[in-house]
Nanobody, 126 residues
């Protein structure tokens, strides 16, 4: 069955960096787009970044562009989210998700995905 497992979360100081991983199974990652979302305490879930299939086009929440980078390693069935210069408002549970389509689509950030991981907690605090 389709599975997505996030890892790499933890406690990081403001200004620090963190790389999250989304390891997939049950489908051929090469053919599908994967997106990262986050949900901060008391806030709505929001789209962070999305990467298309083998073409590898990337899309970002505008306010995060330049501070996060999404990438993929199909051989490892893994999609990464590199986050730099983290601020306390980045504290959230981060999820990866897929709708098993090749492209992200113009509305990827709305989160209408069929398959989700359970999330990994990122805490930015001194």
């Amino acid at each position: 069955q389709v599975q997505l497992v996030e890892s790499g979360g933890g406690l990081v100081q403001p200004g620090g960096s963190l790389q999250l991983s989304c390891t997939t199974s049950g489908f051929t990652l090469d053919y599908y787009a994967i997106a990262w979302f986050r949900q901060a305490p008391g806030k709505w879930r929001e789209g962070v970044a999305c990467i298309t299939d083998n073409e590898g086009s990337t899309y970002y929440k505008p306010s995060l562009k330049g501070r996060v980078t999404i990438s993929r390693d199909n051989a490892k069935n893994t999609v990464y989210l590199q986050m730099n210069n983290l601020e306390p408002d980045a504290t959230a549970v981060y999820y990866c998700a897929t709708d098993r389509v090749p492209r992200c689509g113009s509305r990827w950030h709305e989160g209408a995905m069929d398959f989700w991981g359970k999330g990994t907690l990122v805490t930015v605090s001194s």
